[in-house]
Nanobody, 128 residues
């Protein structure tokens, strides 16, 4: 089991930026894929960005052009740089990872049930 700890959430105004971080308890180079998901009240969990062991990334349409996912293997840390935030980005953001299923970044975004490790989440609130 991998322990994942998110941080970096907060309250910002529309147009602002936040950088989320997720520290893993194991070497991130051992992960097949790591990803960010979000869930707003009353809505389903949504994959927003993922990066696989080859460094290939994928993004939800809502995140493309605004956000960047990156992995600092030296620090066992996954980041999500979120720019141009909008009120509809308000949600609880989760980090997730998988070591054994060989998922690609694209697969990770649409198959959250196949990711075995999840963090507790960090809240992002964007006001208009």
């Amino acid at each position: 089991q991998i322990r994942l700890t998110e941080s970096g959430g907060g309250s910002v105004q529309a147009g602002g930026s936040l950088r989320l971080s997720c520290v893993a308890s194991r070497d991130t180079q051992s992960m097949d894929v790591m990803a960010w998901f979000r869930q707003a009240p009353g809505k389903e969990r949504e994959g927003v960005a993922a990066i696989d062991k080859h460094g290939v990334t994928d993004y939800a349409a809502s995140a493309k052009g605004r956000w960047i996912i990156s992995l600092d293997n030296a620090k066992y840390t996954l980041h999500l740089q979120m720019n141009d935030l909008k009120p509809e980005d308000t949600a609880l953001y989760y980090c997730a990872a998988e070591r054994y299923r060989g998922l690609t970044a694209m697969e990770a975004l649409t198959r959250p049930a196949d990711l075995g490790s999840w963090g507790q989440g960090t809240q992002v609130t964007v006001s208009s």
